[in-house]
């Protein structure tokens, strides 16, 4: 069974920055979306960010112009660049892997990793 392992979440002051790392336990083919959506306590799990295998984005408004999700599909590595941190950014957050085929898709998720944002 693949495992994607989070890394890189932890506590920060508003204003800073973080980057959150997620990788597949094992080389898996035809990824066609790797995101990372998030959840605050009493709130349900939220898209933050898509990045597709042609290296096409989409953003939550909340996350456009202060978080950047790139890809490495060479080691099956997506990543989340977050900058400019507001309290309200505190969430766990969770990275998600789509594809396969027709006749085989998955759908495999992380763990999560907390994200605090406070001073």
């Known amino acids: 069974q693949v495992q994607l392992v989070e890394s890189g979440g932890g506590l920060v002051q508003p204003g800073g920055s973080l980057r959150l790392s997620c990788a597949a336990s094992e080389n898996i083919f035809s990824v066609n979306l790797m995101g990372w959506y998030r959840q605050a306590p009493g709130k349900e799990r939220e898209l933050v960010a898509l990045?597709?295998?042609?290296?096409?984005?989409n953003y939550a408004g909340s996350a456009k112009g202060r978080f950047t999700i790139s890809r490495d599909n060479g080691r099956n590595t997506v990543y989340l660049q977050m900058n400019s941190l507001k309290p309200e950014d505190t969430a766990v957050y969770y990275c998600?892997?789509?594809?396969?085929?027709?006749?085989?898709?998955?759908?495999?998720w992380g763990q999560g990793t907390q994200v605090t944002v406070s001073s």
């Open positions: 990045v597709t295998s042609g290296g096409g984005t």
């Open positions: 998600n892997f789509k594809g396969g085929s027709w006749s085989a898709p998955y759908d495999y």
